[in-house]
C-alpha cells in the first residue's frame, strides 16, 4: 500500500513511523526545507530591537526562518516550518480536553509515548533565583506549583533559554527522531514538498497536488494522511473542497513582562515548573518573540527581564480560509479567564520582588486545532464522515477542544490511533 503522510511534526512523524513499521510504501511530503537550529548570536540583532526596525511579527520569519506567522486581530498564530516540536520547550504533559465526552481513550498511546521520550524534570539548582522565588510564592498563594517533565538530555542542556529557535546542543528531543526511525523501515521524505490539495476521483483521494522549486507536481497513492497541523490541514481540505468547521482553537499564550535587575532569566530552561487550574496553565517564561517584536517590551534589556505566561484553553472559534489566512476573537469567556490569570501572575510576579509595569507580550497562539473535530460515533473508525474513506487526519485537528496544555503528546497519540485505525480498515477491505 503507497501511502503519503504530509508534514513531519509530531503529528505526521509518529504516522510516518507507525506506517513504514506496518510495512507500507510510506512517503512524506514535507513543505519545510530540512530544520537547522539557531544559535545566540541572534541576540546581536538586539540593537535593531530597540530601534524598532526588526519591524513587527509579520518580520519574524526574517529573524527566525523556521517560524510562520498569521495573525487575527491581536492574535498571532506561530508554527514552525517543519513542525512545531523543533521550536518547542520540550515540555511533555499529556492533554486530554474534550476526548473523554466523546468517548476517546488515549490513555495507552500516552504511556507508551512518554515512556519512549525518557522524561526528566530540570532541578531547581539549574533555575535562576527569581524563577525559584516565583515558585515559592505560587506554593504560598495555594497553586500548588509542580515540576514540568521535559524531553530533554540534562547532561547536553547548557541553558541557554533558546529552546524556541532550535536546539543548537541537540540536547532536547524533537520529532525528527520519529522521522529518522521511519527512514529507517524504508519511508521516503520529501522536502520542499507543499501540498496544495487531495485529488479525489470518484469520491477516493488518489493522490496529491504539491508545489516544490521546479512547479506543481502530481503525486499518486492508495492513501493520503494528512497531519500537516491546525492549519495546514484545514487549507489542504478547504482547497480540496472538504467540509471542515469553523472552530479552530489555539492556546493562546500571554506573557506578563516584568523587570528585575541581572534576573537573567535566559540562562534557564523556558517553562520549568507549572501550575495548573482549570482553563489554564502558569509557567515562568521569557517570551523570545515579545523580546524582538513587541514595542511595549523595547525598553527592558535582556538581562533586567523577567517573563511569565499564561496558557490558555480558549474558545474553539476560528475560521481557517484556503489560503492559510485565520480569523480568530477571543470571547468573553477567554477574557475573563485571562483576567483571572493575569492578577495572580501579578501576585507571583510581585511576590518574588519583580517591579513593574507588567506589561503584556504578543499574544501569540502556537497549539493549533479542532477544525475537523471528532464526533463520538467516529471515535471507533477515528476517521470523520466528511473526508473520502481513504483521505485520513491524524493530527490535531481532530480534537474537539482547546487544551491549555503542551499538546505535542496529544498530536502524537492521535497520530497513532489513527494509524492503527488505517491498519483495521486495510484488514477489512
Ligand atoms: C513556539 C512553540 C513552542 C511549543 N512548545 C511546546 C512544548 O514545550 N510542549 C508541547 O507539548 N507542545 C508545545 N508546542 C505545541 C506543539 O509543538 C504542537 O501542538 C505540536 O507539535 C503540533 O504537531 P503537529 O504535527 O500536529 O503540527 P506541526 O508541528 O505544525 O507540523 C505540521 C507540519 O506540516 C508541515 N506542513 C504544513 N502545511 C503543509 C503542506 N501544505 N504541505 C506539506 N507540509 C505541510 C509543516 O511544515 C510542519 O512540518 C509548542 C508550539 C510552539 C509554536
Known amino acids: 500500500m503507497r501511502v503519503l503522510v504530509v508534514g513531519t511534526g509530531a503529528a505526521g512523524a509518529m504516522a510516518a513511523k507507525k506506517l513504514s513499521a506496518a510495512g507500507h510504501e510510506v512517503h512524506v511530503l514535507e513543505a519545510g526545507d530540512p530544520f537547522k537550529a539557531l544559535t545566540r548570536k541572534v541576540m546581536h540583532a538586539g540593537a535593531l530591537r530597540r530601534t524598532g526596525l526588526l519591524g513587527s511579527e509579520r518580520t519574524i520569519s526574517r529573524l527566525f526562518p523556521h517560524m510562520r506567522t498569521a495573525r487575527s486581530g491581536d492574535l498571532v498564530m506561530v508554527r514552525g516550518a517543519g513542525g512545531c516540536t523543533t521550536i518547542s520547550c520540550g515540555n511533555i504533559l499529556p492533554a486530554d480536553k474534550g476526548l473523554k465526552e466523546i468517548g476517546l481513550d488515549l490513555s495507552t498511546e500516552f504511556a507508551e509515548i512518554i515512556e519512549s521520550l525518557h522524561l526528566c524534570i530540570v532541578p531547581r539548582e539549574r533555575w535562576r533565583p527569581t524563577t525559584s522565588q516565583m515558585f515559592d510564592v505560587a506554593q504560598e498563594m495555594g497553586l500548588n506549583p509542580a515540576l514540568t517533565p521535559k524531553a530533554l538530555s540534562q547532561d547536553r542542556c547548557i541553558c541557554c533559554g533558546m529552546c524556541e529557535l532550535g536546539c543548537a546542543m541537540g540536547a532536547r528531543w524533537d520529532s525528527r527522531a520519529w522521522v529518522e526511525e521511519a527512514m529507517a523501515s524504508g519511508a521516503q521524505v520529501h522536502y520542499g514538498h507543499e501540498v496544495r490539495d487531495v485529488m479525489i476521483e470518484d469520491g477516493h483521494a488518489v493522490g496529491v497536488h504539491a508545489v516544490t522549486s521546479s512547479g506543481v507536481t502530481t503525486i499518486k497513492a492508495d492513501r493520503v494522511v494528512l497531519a500537516a497541523g491546525g492549519i495546514g490541514t484545514a487549507q489542504i481540505l478547504r482547497r480540496t473542497g472538504t467540509s471542515i468547521s469553523d472552530t479552530l482553537w489555539i492556546d493562546p499564550v500571554f506573557t506578563f513582562g516584568g523587570m528585575k535587575k541581572e534576573s537573567e532569566q535566559l540562562d534557564e530552561m523556558p517553562m520549568v515548573w507549572y501550575a495548573k487550574k482549570d482553563d489554564y496553565i502558569i509557567s515562568p517564561y521569557l517570551d ?22 499564561v496558557k490558555l484553553a480558549d474558545e474553539a472559534n476560528g475560521h481557517v480560509d484556503a489560503d492559510g489566512n485565520v480569523e480568530k476573537a477571543l470571547s468573553g469567556k477567554d477574557e475573563a479567564s485571562i ?15 519583580v517591579k513593574g509595569p507588567i506589561t503584556l507580550g504578543m499574544i501569540n497562539g502556537g497549539h493549533l486545532g479542532g477544525t475537523v473535530p ?30 491549555g496544555m503542551p499538546t505535542m503528546v496529544l498530536a502524537a497519540a492521535i497520530a497513532s490511533r489513527v494509524c492503527s485505525a488505517v491498519e483495521k480498515s486495510d484488514q477489512s477491505d
Open 374 to 403: 471528532l464526533h463520538r460515533e467516529e471515535v471507533v473508525t477515528m476517521h470523520p464522515a466528511v473526508l473520502p474513506e481513504n483521505l485520513w487526519v491524524a493530527d490535531l485537528s481532530l480534537v474537539p477542544r482547546s487544551q
Open 339 to 353: 483576567k483571572e490569570a493575569g492578577e495572580l501572575v501579578e501576585d507571583i510576579m510581585s511576590g518574588a520582588g
Open 288 to 309: 523570545l518573540l515579545s523580546h524582538f517584536f513587541q514595542p511595549a517590551w523595547r525598553k527592558v534589556g535582556i538581562d533586567d527581564r523577567v517573563g511569565v505566561m
